[in-house]
Structure formats: structure tokens, C-alpha cells
């Protein structure tokens, strides 16, 4: 581990040298997406829209539904606290229809289908897409299916309407619910280009609004990837990480354009789907798990049970120890001035995956990518001198974009 004027990988120091650290923000106002965010989580090149195409250029008003794109990044809030920022890129018609998103936060934890015994918010919307019985004839619908992978932990609903043709401005709104908590709050009201929500009940400080003035991307007769890609106006939403209790793992979205009473899903559904711009319709009878594929969107955090454990003192002799990696694969030490965010950028390996370090993230050279071992253990030592002290590292799988937690030099 020692430090030398070329002490780390030209390779991986050019994949980290522009990515997000901690203390960077976003400016929502629903422009700039495919500048400001720098996670490209998906482009909608399968399902036309369904829900209308959408051709008034205006910021509020729109008459048609789309997502082409869904986009992601780590920062923080005016407050510097930890917040998780969606964009989804396209138009909601002015007429509430929904922007339906599930969070899957804690794998294995959470609903899969969706209950109808959750919490009253939005008119009872989320219910609405969940189980369904009649006392005397049993079940009538079993309730929105997710990928066998996929449980929900959080639900997020953002929609528009109350179009001004005066001030050329529309009403948003936002809902929330933590459905293992069984605590759903109506996030507040805002208006179009202003992320700030008010008149709600919002204890973490969500933001969201809408730029609705694309007349691109999708249409509905076409589903181009390549035109998707450049929508740069719509939905941009600031989540608190508190609102989803800090996870430390990967999060799973789900999220598809619903209809004013979350009773008819459309055509855009992230992940896409084989019926092109056929809508999906009743959710409570809809299971995502019997379309071909994954449709849900992982964003890459790390966490888990690769451990990374340091011993020593700095200046001097440290020990690298680690377990619990996936056996025979190669990783790399990632050494970082301190704890925080950073988040690899596209265009690189493993991009999209959430570091814990940040300041002058860069990769220990030597050992440059080494193997994690037989079992997924083992251990390695060098000399680490003063510049190294005060430091964190923390471990990354190839392949797989797993993270280790992070541990300071001693």
C-alpha cells in the first residue's frame, strides 16, 4: 500500500476522476436531465405511448403521457443531508394521471403483491391498485405483482394538473408511503420549474415538479431508443434517504404512468413490456413477473456481507483483510481522503455504483486488481506512508459491482 507520485491506475482513475462526490446537488426544475444526472438507468426503446403523444411545447400543460427515460443520482439536499434524486424523462398529461414508483430498499423485506390493506393516501390510490376481496365471493383481484425478485418497501406517487393557461403553469402534487412502516404522508403541492412542496405534511423535505414541454422521444406509433435518450425535460424527483431509513444496499424501482384513479396502467412501463403500445390496464390483476425480463431498474449502492477489515498504523505496515466476496473474481482497493458519496459515472466499469468514499477517490497501484480468493477471503499488507493517514479505503468487485464497507486506515 504504498504512496508514490504514480501511486494509482491511469485506467481507473480516469473512470473515477468525474464522478459525484459528496456535496454536490440538483437543481430540480425538471431541465438538464441528460447533463445533471449521471446514471442512465434505462431508455424506453420498446413501448410506444398508449397514454397519447404529447404536442404542446408548453412547460405546463401537456396532452399526451410518456417515459422515455429514467435517470438517477446521489447527492445532497440545501441541507447537505443525503438525498436520492429520479429523474424520468418524457410528459404526464394534465389531467392526474399518475406517476406510480415502488422502492424495493431491503430485498427479501417488503410486499410482493401489493396489499389493499395499506394506507388511505391520494384518494386511496395506493389501495386501489392492491388486493382486492368481496366478503362473499372471495378474491377479485390479487393484487399488483412484482418481479419474484422485487418486494416494496417505499411508494412515491407524483401527478399534474389545474392547468393556468395564463400564467402557462400547472398544480403538482406528491404522495408518499412506507409500506413496512404503514405511515403515508401527502408530500404537499408545487407548480411547474419549482421543486419546493408546500401545504403538505412532509417530515424529510421531498422535492418534485415537472417540465412538461416535450413534443419528442416516444411516440405513439414509434418507440425510438436513440430519440428517447435525448429527452431532456420532465419528472425530477428528490427523495431524502432518511424516507427510505438510509439504505445501505442496492434500490430496485419500479415505476409506469397510471391512469387519475391508479386504476389503468399504461403502455409505459419501466422495464418495458412485449405488447408494444397495448396499455396493461387493471393493476389489480396485473403481474409484472410474467413478463420476460426484469421490469424494475437497479440502482447500484453495494453492501452485503463483503466485509473489509484494517490493521496496523499508519505511517507503517497496514494489513488488508477481507470475506464474504464473491470467490475467484478480481477487485480493487479504492482509497478516498474521507467518507461520503461517489457515484461511478457512465462509460465506465461497474458505472452507476454508490462508493462510500470521496476527496481524492482513486485506486491503490499496487495491487492494482487483484483476486479475492478461493473461498472470498483473504488478506494483503503494504507499506502505507503519512499521505495515506487519516484516509479510507474500501473494496469493489469486478463483474459483479459489489462494495465492501468502508474502513478507516488505522
Known amino acids: 500500500m504504498r504512496r508514490h507520485t504514480h501511486l494509482f491506475s491511469a485506467s481507473v482513475l480516469a473512470a473515477l476522476a468525474s464522478a459525484t462526490a459528496l456535496g454536490q446537488t440538483v437543481n430540480v426544475d425538471g431541465t438538464g436531465l441528460t447533463t445533471e444526472y449521471d446514471v442512465l438507468l434505462w431508455t424506453n426503446g420498446t413501448n410506444p405511448t398508449g397514454f397519447g403523444d404529447n404536442n404542446d411545447p408548453s412547460i405546463g400543460a401537456a396532452n399526451g403521457s410518456e417515459i422515455d427515460a429514467v435517470r438517477a443520482k446521489f447527492g445532497v439536499d440545501i441541507f447537505n443531508e443525503p438525498m436520492l434524486f429520479?429523474?424520468?424523462?418524457?410528459n404526464l398529461e394534465t389531467n392526474f394521471n399518475k406517476l406510480d414508483i415502488f422502492l424495493d430498499t431491503t430485498q427479501g423485506s417488503g410486499q410482493n403483491p401489493l396489499r389493499g390493506d395499506n394506507p388511505d393516501i391520494d384518494f386511496n390510490g395506493l389501495n386501489r391498485m392492491g388486493e382486492n376481496s368481496d366478503p362473499n365471493n372471495g378474491v377479485v383481484g390479487p393484487g399488483l405483482g412484482f418481479d419474484t425478485a422485487f418486494t416494496v418497501n417505499y411508494w412515491i406517487g407524483v401527478t399534474t394538473g389545474n392547468y393556468d393557461p395564463n400564467t402557462e403553469r400547472a398544480e403538482v402534487y406528491a404522495n408518499y408511503c412506507d409500506l413496512d412502516g404503514q405511515v403515508a404522508y401527502y408530500l404537499g403541492k408545487g407548480t411547474n420549474g419549482l421543486g419546493f412542496l408546500s401545504d403538505g405534511n412532509d417530515p424529510f423535505g421531498f422535492l418534485a415538479t415537472v417540465d412538461n414541454s416535450n413534443i419528442a422521444g416516444v411516440t405513439d406509433t414509434e418507440s425510438d431508443p436513440n430519440a428517447a435518450a435525448i429527452v431532456d425535460t420532465g419528472w425530477e424527483i428528490g427523495i431524502p434517504m432518511a424516507?427510505?431509513?438510509?439504505?445501505?444496499?442496492?434500490?430496485?424501482?419500479?415505476a409506469f404512468i397510471n391512469g387519475t384513479g391508479h386504476?389503468?396502467?399504461?403502455?409505459?412501463?419501466?422495464?418495458g413490456h412485449p405488447f408494444g403500445a397495448n396499455n396493461a390496464g387493471e393493476p389489480r390483476v396485473f403481474d409484472l413477473s410474467t413478463i420476460q425480463g426484469d421490469q424494475y431498474v437497479t440502482l447500484r449502492q453495494g453492501g452485503g456481507d463483503y466485509v473489509l477489515a484494517l490493521s496496523g498504523s499508519c505511517p507503517g505496515m497496514v494489513r488488508v483483510q477481507w470475506s464474504g466476496a464473491t470467490p475467484r473474481v478480481q477487485q480493487a482497493i479504492v482509497f478516498g481522503a474521507r467518507t461520503g458519496s461517489t457515484t461511478i459515472p457512465n462509460g465506465n466499469p461497474c458505472a452507476g455504483t454508490r462508493l462510500g468514499v470521496a476527496g481524492q477517490v482513486r485506486m491503490i497501484d499496487p495491487p492494482g486488481f487483484f483476486s479475492t480468493g478461493q473461498s472470498g477471503s483473504g488478506s494483503l499488507q503494504g507499506n502505507a506512508s503519512s499521505g495515506a493517514c487519516g484516509g479510507v479505503l474500501q473494496l469493489v468487485e469486478g463483474g459483479s459491482c459489489n462494495v465492501s464497507n468502508v474502513a478507516a486506515i488505522p
Open 86 to 90: 429520479l429523474c424520468f424523462s418524457g
Open 243 to 254: 424516507a427510505l431509513a438510509n439504505p445501505s444496499g442496492d434500490i430496485r424501482i419500479v
Open 263 to 271: 386504476d389503468f396502467i399504461s403502455s409505459q412501463i419501466v422495464g
